[in-house]
């Protein structure tokens, strides 16, 4: 970032957000380098209950506007109000843009033109559907047909070998990817000490939507419950789908067996994790899998899905986990893990 004084973010949530995740921590810790080495940061992202419209954490300045959808709309007449020398960011004066397309990109380029990079953490086209019919065809559309066409001449930044495979799928040159994978921060060494559960548990880290299909790892509790004595399942994580997984487990008859924790600061999920046998990560699309290297830093093995893209690039097969094609296959795995300390 030689020469760069300037850095504007453009991400839909940022860390305080209560359904942010691994790609509002990633942006974060990216701008509070930047910042930390003299870079003037300022991140643009919505707004959510409690939040202040402009805050400074760790250096980046948050300015705040919008809804989950809306926030788009507010940023894009920020950015083009600011070149008018008017609005909330007319003293930004970025010399890189970076817009995270989380399924949709914040068109930055119309505002920006070159100085615009467009990082994708991975391609949402099994998550639209959840969107509704029209909204879902919509949002597909300008993920795979409008957004290529804008940005073609722009960089893109992508974090696994499967995620940049999908982007060249949609018409994107392979000269114009660039693949910076995840990195987290260490876990602290007193968690790392700490003594594994006597019984079995089982460990989710994830937000609570329903791409994540946490409802798989609640199916494979309830089916090795009767056969593994003090099987438990922690569910570390929050989001809008909580309620419905706590329905589903009172059907299955393990609400018993299942603790909820929600969002909690990182010394009580490294916690969490020390305790854990496994990690379950079984969602339909991961763009590579940070909850893979924070429960790796706890020696926690991984089960996750082939199909989900990234986690091929986070989890190696065999070895730092166990990637499954179907459900059966993750409760008969979990059960092997469970069964073989060897092995796990």
Not at 67 to 74: I, N, P, T
Not at 85 to 92: A, F, K, T
Request: net charge positive.
């Amino acid at each position: 970032m030689s020469g760069v004084r300037s850095v504007l973010l453009l991400c839909w949530r940022d860390t305080g957000h209560p359904q942010g995740g691994g790609s509002e921590t990633y942006l974060q810790r990216i701008g509070a380098h930047l910042a930390e080495s003299g870079v003037a940061v300022t991140l643009r992202t919505a707004r959510y209950p409690g939040a202040p419209r402009r805050e400074v954490i760790d250096g980046v300045r948050i300015d705040r506007a919008g809804g989950r959808y809306s926030v788009y709309v507010w940023a894009l007449l920020a950015m083009a109000t600011a070149r008018l020398g008017m609005g909330p960011l007319r003293r930004v004066r970025p010399d890189v843009v970076v817009d995270t397309q989380n399924g949709l990109p914040f068109l930055a380029r119309l505002v920006y033109g070159r100085r615009v990079a467009v990082l994708v953490h991975h391609c949402h086209r099994e998550q639209w559907p959840v969107a509704g019919p029209v909204l879902g065809r919509l949002g597909w559309f300008v993920e795979s047909r409008l957004s290529p066409r804008v940005h073609r001449r722009n960089q893109y930044v992508t974090v696994s070998l499967p995620s940049a495979r999908d982007l060249t799928g949609l018409g994107i040159a392979d000269d114009r990817i660039a693949l910076v994978r995840n990195g987290l921060d260490e876990a602290p060494e007193a968690s790392l000490r700490g003594p594994r559960a006597r019984n079995p548990r089982v460990l989710v880290l994830s937000r609570l939507v329903p791409h994540k299909q946490i409802e798989d790892a609640l199916a494979a509790v309830a089916s090795l419950r009767p056969s593994v004595p003090g099987l438990h399942l922690d569910i570390v994580g929050g989001g809008w789908w909580w309620q419905r997984l706590v329905d589903h487990a009172a059907r299955l008859g393990i609400s018993d067996a299942v603790t909820f924790h929600g969002h909690v600061d990182d010394v009580t999920k490294h916690h969490v994790i020390q305790q854990s046998w496994v990690h379950l990560l079984p969602s339909r699309k991961e763009g590579w899998g940070l909850a893979v290297i924070e429960a790796a830093q706890h020696a926690v093995p991984t089960i996750g899905y082939r199909s989900s893209g990234g986690l091929a690039d986070s989890i190696i097969d065999g070895v730092t986990g166990v990637l499954v094609d179907s459900r059966a296959e993750l409760a008969n795995r979990l059960q092997q893990l469970l069964a073989d300390p060897v092995q796990r």
